[in-house]
């Protein structure tokens, strides 16, 4: 019986060996990651008076847009409730044929805190059937 207990434990720490230690389910993450955009963001629909835009993250971490026609005062905002890796934000009551700014933000990561922006970036809404020349 002894050398039965004595090969099981051997085992069983050569598997933690090979495969790392375990982790106890709900204690934090020994090496987190700090948050970063991994795709986007990207303009996925545009119409006279909505967009979609979508970003992935490498963590789950919160969804902010924020956006104007102004490039040096993004003074509106999106946002979804926390969580998740894909983020996507509809805005409406846009102004057909507006060119908008916007920066995409991902903040408080799941295990670190840590917040991502993306760069400034810009679209045109499609320009309304009653705007001849110019809407805006």
């Not at 982790?23 to 090496?31: I, N, R, V």
């Not at 060119?99 to 309304?128: C, D, I, N, W």
Request: with cysteine; aromatic share 6%.
């Amino acid at each position: 019986m002894r050398t039965l207990t004595l090969v099981l434990i051997m085992i069983s720490a050569l598997g933690n060996w090979l495969m790392g230690s375990p982790t106890t389910p709900g204690a934090p993450d020994p090496d987190p990651k700090p948050v970063e955009i991994t795709n986007g963001p990207v303009v996925e629909n545009v119409t006279e008076t909505t967009a979609v835009i979508a970003w992935s993250t490498n963590v789950s971490a919160g969804t902010v847009l924020r956006y104007g026609t102004d490039r040096y005062h993004l003074n509106l905002e999106a946002s979804m409730p926390w969580g998740g890796l894909t983020h996507r934000v509809n805005l409406k009551d846009l102004t057909p044929g507006t060119t908008y700014y916007y920066q995409a933000e991902s903040p408080m990561a799941q295990g670190t805190g840590t917040t991502v922006e993306s760069p400034q970036l810009s679209f045109r809404t499609k320009t309304g059937a009653g705007c001849i020349t110019a809407c805006t």
